[in-house]
């Protein structure tokens, strides 16, 4: 009954917030239907000329003031013809002065209850200054009218209009010689800022110093309605010209876009034309925040700012035509990036017959940066495509270059910032929790849930402490609205890993990765680690963090402290016993029956109040390397007990885990090589030291040199086609890094893998290689063996693998990967991996995949992979599907499955067989870019023999409302659900609550 209502409960809300979602959406299509059908209007001649004499008068504009000093007076503007099209006025004007004439197009969108006048104002405006620029305004020369655009020299005195390169201009090279009704053809002429470029570049050749953009200073912020009308958005250098990094490198991006930026103390504004020839053919299909960050779905346009440069993090925001918003904090050179950082902005977006624009508002606060009078930051821009799948970025960037980052020491300058600071506002967030929390695993007894009322409250805080040094901290942090790791079918026998989600964790966290985050081969620091999830279920509690970092000269630095509270929990173990019944019979005889019982033990653990310390020190080095250190200490109390301890540092004397590390990175300028150098060591009580190595059975290995160490080396490289890693591992038995992710020890690994893309762009194929947009390997391999002897002894080989991944692009946004894997495993014990228990030896077993994916940008998209073959001494077959469905520009339904199945030889005592299906639910609603509601819903099947019948033994659901403020707080609502097989003295009950909380966050 319980589950029965809750079922119920959800499928109404979902069948309302669907229903509400398309109607909301056909109501949208309504409107703007209605606007895009605006009639044409026959213009009036007096008007034009009324305007035209206006514009000329405009002694406040800088491109008046310029013209009046040059030709002393002596110039003439005027409007020739002027139409409307859709919503877009366009305006033909020419301006004559210094003997000569130049006719220009302008154009400006006509919205909502605006006159037509103020659009032709406007449109004639942007007239002006595209004919500006073929005129020489030296005001120390003779002013001419020229054929072609500026030279650099007289670009650069065109103040500040066109002092952006590359230069640009109409698409109109001449004066329309047809007659007025026919001059205006929508397919060529109302897209300005075409540049005057060759239509491809080589790589190679690019003047990367010519990519200076002067960002212009302002004191009252321009109108932000994502319409970009504001006069003062044209006082605003332009930067246009962008070229494809895929799918044609070098080339002219097929839709123009321009960028201007303007700044005033407190925030940086960005204002993005993007033209479309076809704007009825724009994708956007999301609206919920960082939903977008991974270019595959919608149309979107970028930002990349390194304050920095090459050897500081990239700030990267992104949006899409719903303004939808994204950020993503890289680390130098973008080996490493967190997607969950979040930063507080705003962006403003307009669909138009035009294609569509964004204005973007980033406050300084976000950043961090020296408190220089006057600021050169790196900066870049792109621009996605969905429907073609080209990308195209201002500063050109080549498919050898990998991230956009990486491009910072070619070039790209946002020039201009003066007297701006980060800020050191002291921001205080506190917060209050409610609602009713009920865990059946953090009770002893295993009986019931006690659905107590919570009342909690924390606070989050951060200060400026410098312009480039910040100060975070929380107390009693919660994280409530955090949605559960996904259940995945861990097909390793190692520990899967699953990314950090924590706001606290994940601010500033790329100053505390250590050889290249995720990838690193020596992961000596795991945020999880910290407030981990045990093994019943329970989770540390964090009572408060505290974190400092930032940037001086060249040296980054990080401290990181955290207190846990201690943790009871309890392992459960059970068990079938035979008991013997004895009965005596009518007849007075003895009578024996036996009956299999469940048998249930508890063991009862604690997990130790403890302290954590993470301390991070990395110098620049020439350009682009960095030289590093690491320090990890970990300090529980040496005897558990019910007080809690003051904060600050403190040292355990029986308990300890400490851990030092260095690392070093060289980058090439002159090419895409990239070395990594690491190097650690840790330290444990020799007791402690001594069993855990001792865990494995084998005493030799407390003999072995340089116990405690752990250290790799590597090196990548890559080409606009051809990217290839090698690295080199060695790990000793002793090194134990207990805030790491450290799976195995007393290994030496080698790794190598080879990837390739090649554009083929025939028959329908875009590009044939490793995979779609170059990614992942084409051919790799992996051989791990101890310490006993020679690292190629083949008897002493712990495991190998050799794999080949070969895969097809299409043009219509499908994409094909087969593959083929061989692997080699030495189990020194009987193991258990995925629910099926193989006995020790050394197996040796191929599996094969394919894959497929379908154009993201559709209303319906498919992601689907098959494998089957062998797994160890059996037989394995695993399907993924997931299948998205977007009936509505804020609507996403997602229906996944995941079906795994492993089978061996039957053998009595044994599990010999598991097989399970893992259906998914997911619905989104969003009602604008800052609120949302989620519904999420998870059903665990399993079968044991392939006679059982699935078993439902575990059901997850999830309910989730969140609005997030202009400030940056956040309001959640969040009801989570474990239901589960329960194991008691009384015996197994199937699905009872185990879990389940209402919690408030304010």
């Not at 507080?344 to 406050?363: A, D, I």
């Not at 690292?791 to 693998?801: C, I, N």
């Amino acid at each position: 009954m319980y589950v029965l209502v809750w079922e119920k409960t959800g499928l109404l809300l979902s069948l309302t917030l669907m229903i509400f979602a398309m109607t909301a959406e056909a109501q949208e299509r309504k409107t703007g239907a209605s606007s895009e059908d605006t009639a044409n209007s026959v213009p009036y001649r007096a008007m034009a000329d009324s305007i035209s004499r206006t514009v000329h008068d405009d002694a406040s504009d800088v491109l008046v003031r310029q013209l009046n000093k040059v030709f002393d007076g002596r110039w003439r503007f005027r409007i020739v013809e002027h139409r409307i099209h859709e919503d877009v006025v366009v305006v033909l004007g020419e301006l004559s002065a210094g003997g000569g004439s130049r006719q220009q197009f302008g154009t400006a969108v006509l919205k909502g209850p605006r006159s037509i006048g103020e659009a032709l104002t406007t449109a004639a405006q942007d007239a002006l200054m595209q004919a500006a620029k073929f005129f020489d305004l030296r005001s120390d020369t003779t002013a001419t009218a020229t054929g072609a655009p500026p030279s650099r020299a007289v670009t650069d005195r065109l103040t500040p209009l066109a002092n952006a390169v590359p230069m640009v201009t109409s698409t109109a090279s001449s004066p329309p010689s047809v007659a007025p009704e026919m001059w205006f053809d929508p397919a060529t002429t109302k897209y300005v800022g075409t540049p005057m470029e060759p239509k491809v570049i080589d790589m190679k050749k690019v003047e990367f110093d010519r990519y200076m953009l002067e960002a212009v200073r302002i004191t009252t912020p321009p109108k932000l309605d994502g319409y970009l009308d504001d006069p003062i958005w044209r006082e605003a250098s332009v930067a246009a010209g962008f070229r494809q990094r895929n799918p044609d490198e070098g080339y002219l991006d097929t839709e123009d876009t321009e960028v201007r930026v303007l700044y005033d103390e407190e925030n940086l504004y960005f204002g993005f034309m993007c033209y479309d020839k076809t704007p009825e053919k724009i994708v956007a299909t999301e609206m919920r925040r960082d939903e977008i960050s991974d270019m595959n779905d919608d149309d979107v346009i970028e930002i990349y700012i390194a304050p920095y440069g090459e050897t500081g993090d990239t700030y990267f925001f992104t949006t899409n035509p719903l303004g939808a918003r994204g950020d993503i904090l890289m680390a130098p050179g973008g080996n490493s990036s967190n997607s969950d950082w979040d930063a507080t902005w705003q962006c403003y977006t307009k669909r138009h017959s035009m294609g569509w624009s964004v204005e973007f508002v980033l406050p300084f606060k976000a950043f961090r940066f020296n408190p220089e009078a006057r600021q050169d930051w790196a900066i870049n821009f792109g621009r996605f495509v969905q429907r073609t799948r080209a990308g195209a970025f201002w500063v050109p960037v080549s498919r050898a270059d990998g991230f956009a980052a990486n491009a910072y020491d070619n070039g790209g300058r946002l020039v201009g910032l003066e007297g701006i600071t980060p800020g050191r506002a002291l921001e205080l967030l506190p917060y209050s929790v409610m609602g009713t929390i009920g865990d059946r695993r953090a009770i002893r007894g295993g009986e019931k849930i006690n659905y107590d009322l919570r009342r909690d409250a924390g606070l989050d805080l951060k200060w400026g402490i410098t312009p480039n040094i910040t100060a975070d901290a929380t107390v009693n942090p919660d994280f409530a609205q955090i949605e559960a790791d996904r259940e995945v079918v861990n097909l390793s026998r190692f520990e899967f890993r699953f990314d950090e989600k924590r706001p606290f964790f994940l601010e500033g966290a790329t100053i505390f990765e250590f050889g290249g985050s995720f990838f690193s081969p020596l992961p000596i620091f795991f945020s999880r680690r910290i407030g981990t999830q045990l093994f019943d279920g329970s989770t540390v509690r964090i009572l408060h963090g505290e974190k400092i970092s930032g940037k001086t000269g060249g040296a980054s630095f990080g401290i990181l402290n955290v207190h846990t509270k201690e943790t009871l929990w309890a392992l459960t173990q059970s068990g079938v016993t035979t008991v013997t019944d004895t009965t005596v019979t009518e007849a007075g005889a003895l009578q024996t029956t036996e009956r299999d019982t469940l048998t249930v033990s508890r063991f009862p653990f604690t997990e130790p109040e403890t302290n954590w310390n993470v301390f991070r020190l990395r110098q620049d080095l020439f350009s682009r390397s960095t030289l590093g250190v690491i320090g990890l200490m970990k300090e529980p109390e040496d005897t558990p007990n019910d007080n809690t301890e003051l904060p600050g540092l403190r040292l355990s004397d029986t308990q300890y885990n400490r851990v030092i590390g260095g690392d070093l990175r060289l980058q090439f300028n002159s090419t895409e090589h990239q070395f990594n150098l690491l190097v650690a060591r840790s330290w444990l009580p020799e007791a402690e030291l001594h069993s855990r190595v001792l865990a494995g059975n084998d005493s030799t290995l407390l003999d072995q040199n340089a116990l405690e160490w752990g250290g790799a080396i590597t090196h990548s490289w890559r080409t606009s086609w051809m990217n290839t890693s090698s690295s080199y591992t060695d790990i000793r038995a002793g090194f134990f890094s207990d805030m790491g992710f450290i799976t195995r020890r007393d290994i030496r690994q080698a790794r190598s893998s080879l990837g390739m893309n090649f554009l083929l762009r025939k028959w329908g194929i875009r590009s044939i290689g490793s995979s779609a947009r170059g990614r992942g390997s084409l051919i790799s391999g992996r051989w791990i063996t101890n310490h006993r002897g020679s690292f190629s002894d083949r008897g002493l080989v712990a495991s190998w693998t050799v794999e080949a991944k070969p895969g097809l692009e299409f043009e219509n946004g499908t994409n094909l990967r087969f593959g083929w894997e061989r692997n080699f495993d030495r189990l020194s014990q009987s193991t258990t991996i995925a629910g099926v228990a193989f006995p020790a030896g050394a197996y040796t077993f191929d599996s094969y995949t394919a894959e497929i994916s379908t154009d993201k940008g559709k209303p319906v998209s498919i992601e689907g992979a098959y494998t089957q073959g062998d797994f160890y001494d059996g037989t394995r077959r695993t399907i993924e599907a997931e299948t998205t469905w977007k009936p509505a520009g804020r609507v996403r339904i997602g229906l996944d499955l995941t079906y795994n199945r492993i089978k061996r030889v039957q053998t009595p005592g044994q599990s010999w067989f598991d097989e399970r299906w893992i259906p998914r639910f997911r619905f989104n609603y969003s009602f604008s870019p800052d609120m949302f509601v989620s519904l999420f819903a998870q059903i665990n099947t399993k079968r044991e023999t392939p006679d059982d019948d699935l078993d439902i033994n575990a059901i997850v659901s999830n309910f989730l409302f969140a609005y997030t403020m202009p400030q940056g707080h956040t309001f959640f609502l969040a009801y989570n659900q474990l239901i589960d097989d329960e194991f008691n003295t009384r015996g197994q009950r199937p699905l009872r609550p185990a879990a389940q909380a209402i919690v408030a966050k304010f």
